[in-house]
């Protein structure tokens, strides 16, 4: 059974059908799992969540985790602070995905999104494994017993620390959160186009967030084979 991996996909429809056309995948045999970060900055953050959410229910072998574009999306629900924070980090393209009306409140946002797909970001996993692999959204800790760990919220949604890109060690990992730009910078590696941006590896660790929310390319990781695939935003 293989599995195959989605990084963030940021409410970019097209390229996600587009991508996942490219996949040699069958979803009744192989599993597809989406590291998070379906929504905001692109224009069609609800087009996908409803595509992600009736993809699971059709398949049983779809695990869908969650990333902290997803958390910040249900707590802006309930404060105005979390809304303005949302808000500025790219959650106003998914507001206007539900709510129409020029004035952005957390009140009206709340009353237009669908208490089905509130539950069901809210229960998302933080983390998933198979025999292939670790899959989280953003990264790991090393726990007190020397081993790696992705069950604490504040790290498995936004962990980013330069100690777990350059010391991470075990099961192959599998990432999406931090733009792999970003990982090379921090390690003194040479850049890449913003377009053209692909999927870094180290240490057993796969870094497939390739920039889908800033005009990049979406990215799946196809394993065991170590396969990727990649889609432009702009094709």
Not at 27 to 55: A, H, I, T, W, Y
Not at 188 to 215: F, K, T, V, Y
């Amino acid at each position: 059974m293989r599995t195959f991996a989605v990084g963030d996909i940021h409410g970019q429809f097209s390229t996600l059908t587009k991508l996942l056309a490219k996949l040699p995948i069958n979803l009744k045999e192989d599993e597809l799992v989406f590291l998070g970060d379906l929504v905001d900055r692109g224009p069609n953050s609800r087009q996908v969540l409803e595509f992600v959410m009736q993809l699971q229910q059709d398949y049983s072998k779809v695990t869908v985790l969650k990333g902290n574009h997803e958390e910040m999306m249900i707590k802006s629900c309930h404060e105005a602070e979390d809304f303005s924070y949302w808000m500025a980090m790219g959650g106003d393209a998914t507001y206007l995905n539900y709510c129409t009306k020029p004035n952005m409140t957390w009140m009206l946002f709340a009353e237009h999104l669908p208490s089905e797909t509130y539950l069901y970001l809210e229960n998302l996993p933080f983390s998933y494994e198979n025999e292939h692999a670790r899959f989280v959204h953003a990264g790991a800790y090393l726990g007190q017993d020397g081993e790696w760990k992705t069950d604490r919220a504040n790290y498995a949604l936004w962990y980013r620390g330069k100690d777990f890109f350059s010391k991470y060690m075990g099961k192959t990992i599998v990432i999406g959160h931090t733009p792999t730009n970003k990982i090379r910078k921090m390690l003194g590696e040479a850049l890449m186009p913003e377009d053209q941006m692909i999927a870094w590896s180290r240490n057993n660790i796969i870094a497939i967030d390739c920039g889908a929310g800033h005009e990049g390319q979406l990215c799946a990781v196809e394993l065991p084979s170590g396969q990727l695939y990649y889609q432009s935003v702009t094709d």
